[in-house]
């Protein structure tokens, strides 16, 4: 990804999450340097993707183009081709046509030298409450790392009634995550 690629590097977060729409008070936690609000379930999974330049770019272009999700299966559609600030997402969770949606939007975006990524909060009609973002990082070493960081919280019936499950599903989504992009990245090489 070059330069001219990346969108504005500066991470944005919102300030007024009720005119918003947001259904959590703490817009942007999940921000590079952020603080994880206290009274939710934290998640953090960190993963190598390999090393160098081309990977961190590749490995960023997939996540910032929704790629990822959409290799996950995730049947997405998004109000922009590209992960930035106010970009509205909408995800059907499940098998065919039939699940529960998960409607987002993006809170912050980061295209710098060293992390790409972008953390998006719960709307109205989310099962959850609160925030989840994709980052990944090139290490002064070369290492190319992919976090996910979530912060959230039932926000309908059904997943209060799942109870613990929910959290061992967001644990094997983020590691799904990592696994997908390191196979769009071995794809790309051939």
């Not at 997939?62 to 990822?68: A, I």
């Not at 699940?99 to 809170?107: D, K, L, N, Y």
């Not at 719960?122 to 070369?142: I, K």
Request: with cysteine; net charge positive.
């Amino acid at each position: 990804m070059t330069e001219r690629d990346r969108p504005d590097a500066a991470s944005t977060s919102r300030t007024d999450p009720a005119a918003q729409g947001f259904t959590y008070r703490e817009v942007g936690g999940t921000a590079p340097g952020g603080r994880l609000p206290p009274g939710y379930r934290h998640l953090r999974y960190r993963t190598r993707l390999g090393t160098g330049r081309e990977v961190f770019d590749a490995a960023g272009r997939q996540v910032l183009t929704w790629r990822m999700h959409r290799a996950l299966g995730v049947r997405l559609t998004a109000s922009a081709q590209q992960a930035a600030p106010g970009v509205r997402v909408r995800m059907l969770l499940g098998r065919g046509s039939v699940g529960p949606v998960a409607p987002c939007e993006v809170v912050w975006a980061v295209a710098d030298q060293n992390r790409i990524g972008f953390g998006y909060g719960t709307l109205p009609g989310h099962p959850e409450r609160g925030e989840e973002a994709f980052l990944v990082e090139l290490a002064p070493d070369g290492a190319v790392w992919f976090t996910v960081t979530a912060f959230s919280r039932p926000a309908l019936w059904y997943t209060r009634a799942l109870g613990p499950l929910v959290p061992l599903f967001q644990h094997l989504y983020a590691r799904r995550c990592g696994q997908v992009l390191r196979k769009l990245r071995a794809g790309s090489a051939t």
